[in-house]
């Protein structure tokens, strides 16, 4: 689109209907890692929502990877649109809780002197199950992970998340700053003592002391984050044009749902997240299981099996009758009996889940959410697994699941068309599934044998290696529309 076609762009000169607060009162309280769609529809509308009650809590984003939202947001001054879509419509606002947006790669000092500062109460991550550099069987630092080997290296110009946290922390100790919390909103299970591990695990291996005191000092909260926000498209830079009538760079569509339980331990005080809606609790792990191994296990199931079939979307994959008895199913019978009853009505949780699935007006691409799986299985998948297998009852409709990674991992779909399979481990897969060449108790048997997915004890347990070459099987017989309406 040329720049006449757009019209004028959102700014702060531009922006008709104003904040519900001053934007030039707000100063910086939150760091946040990672500042993509998701962390931009979720984190920072929350905060948006309290900075008027509290201007002291602006975030400062960081991308660690690429410098495109730095690019995009800076012309506007770091605003955008979050357009929140369902059947019955479109609605959107302009959020302005991001004050700046940071490129690590070109602007690393500016980004540690940020954490450092002490106006900086809370550093927050969104940066992906992978940004962790852990061992995602074990959650512990991967110390063999390629940007851990280099920020051992290179202390003081760290890339990777833990390396960045215990620069800053670092910082902070010698100018007598206190740390600030760590605030994980990836979808890891414990992901607050997850990210504590790895951050002292890193800083032990720089200096016994240092993590001593991040040990003793820093808090890690647990959070349980939720809201479905598909990666941003040009026809979604249209639909904000034509219904703002102002052309935003990258704006954010989500769907209306959206949920974040954190746990309440914040040395140095927390935004009034609770008066944005967010649930303060005690022990964030019974909805942390929840949401993991309903949505996201269903997400995961969907994507690979939906992919399969020819699905684009999760809401085409959903709307086929016997994708969304199997998952309803999969919920019902393997997911649900694994959780904790303390978490009440199962059976209307599964039901919403299976409405926002279904939301026809968030283009979801099952392709977006296949990626990294090698990172997300044990979570979304394995846990439920073996905690069905410990009970002695059928994983039949979870290994399905797996089967249809392991089947999409081949990098051919069913038409014997290349698939784009992303994921850190990518080269190994795509080796081990060349070396089976289309033979499912090859493929089976050679997956299994990666411990960062399947850790020491999967491959050892015959009922699920049974009905994964069984799944398999399927797929390649009768491919994934078949396979899931027998099912
Ligand atoms: C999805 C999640 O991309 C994925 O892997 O399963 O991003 C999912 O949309 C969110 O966790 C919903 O809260």
Not at 33 to 50: E, K, N, T, W
Not at 403 to 416: C, I, L, N, S
Request: with cysteine.
């Amino acid at each position: 689109m040329t720049e006449t076609a757009r019209g004028a762009r959102l700014s702060a000169a531009t922006l008709a209907t104003g904040l519900p607060y001053d934007r030039s009162a707000i100063t910086p309280g939150i760091v946040h890692l990672g500042i993509g769609a998701f962390c931009r529809g979720h984190l920072a509308v929350y905060v948006d929502d309290m900075l008027r009650a509290d201007p002291s809590w602006g975030i400062v984003g960081a991308s660690l990877r690429r410098p495109d939202t730095r690019r995009a947001l800076a012309p506007q001054d770091f605003l955008y649109t979050l357009a929140v879509r369902s059947g019955s419509g479109t609605s959107t606002r302009v959020i302005g809780s991001v004050l700046d947006v940071l490129d690590a790669a070109t602007q690393r000092d500016e980004l540690i002197a940020a954490m450092a500062d002490p106006r900086i109460r809370i550093v927050s991550l969104t940066v992906t199950e992978k940004g962790y550099c852990h061992d995602p069987a074990t959650g512990a630092l991967d110390p063999q992970h390629p940007d851990i080997l280099h920020d051992l290296a290179h202390p003081e110009s760290p890339v990777s998340a833990p390396g960045l946290i215990v620069r800053a922390l670092e910082l902070r100790r010698a100018a007598g700053v206190a740390p600030f919390a760590v605030l994980s909103c990836d979808n890891l299970p414990e992901n607050g003592q997850t990210t504590a591990r790895i951050v002292a695990g890193f800083a032990a291996l720089r200096d016994d002391a240092l993590a001593d005191d991040i040990r003793r000092d820093a808090a890690f909260q647990s959070t349980m984050v939720d809201r479905i926000v598909p990666a941003t498209t040009e026809d979604d830079r249209k639909m904000v044009l034509e219904a703002t009538g102002l052309w935003d760079a990258w704006p954010v569509v989500a769907e209306p749902f959206s949920q974040w339980v954190i746990e309440d331990r914040f040395p140095q005080g927390r935004p009034a997240f609770e008066a944005a809606g967010a649930e303060l609790v005690a022990d964030v792990r019974p909805f942390e299981l929840m949401k993991l191994r309903m949505l996201n296990g269903s997400h995961s199931a969907l994507a690979y099996l939906g992919y399969l079939a020819g699905y684009e979307f999760v809401s085409q994959t959903i709307a086929d009758p016997a994708f969304r008895i199997l998952i309803h199913d999969f919920m019902t019978d393997d997911v649900m009996s694994t959780l904790p009853v303390s978490l009440g009505d199962l059976g209307a949780y599964r039901d919403s889940l299976l409405e926002r699935f279904a939301n026809p007006a968030l283009r979801h691409r099952t392709w977006q959410i296949a990626m990294d799986g090698s990172q997300k299985l044990p979570q979304r998948l394995l846990g439920t697994i073996r905690d069905r297998l410990a009970a002695g009852k059928s994983v039949r409709r979870a290994a399905l699941g797996v089967a249809g990674w392991m089947r999409y991992v081949t990098g051919h779909d069913e038409a014997g068309r290349p698939i784009d399979v992303r994921d850190p481990l990518a080269p190994r897969l795509r080796s081990i599934a060349d070396d089976a060449a289309g033979n499912p108790e090859r493929l089976v048997e050679g997956l299994l044998r990666i411990p960062e997915v399947f850790g020491a004890d999967l491959p050892q347990a015959a009922a699920f290696s049974a009905e994964l070459v069984d799944g398999v099987s399927r797929l390649y017989r009768l491919g994934a529309r078949e396979t899931v309406r027998l099912s």
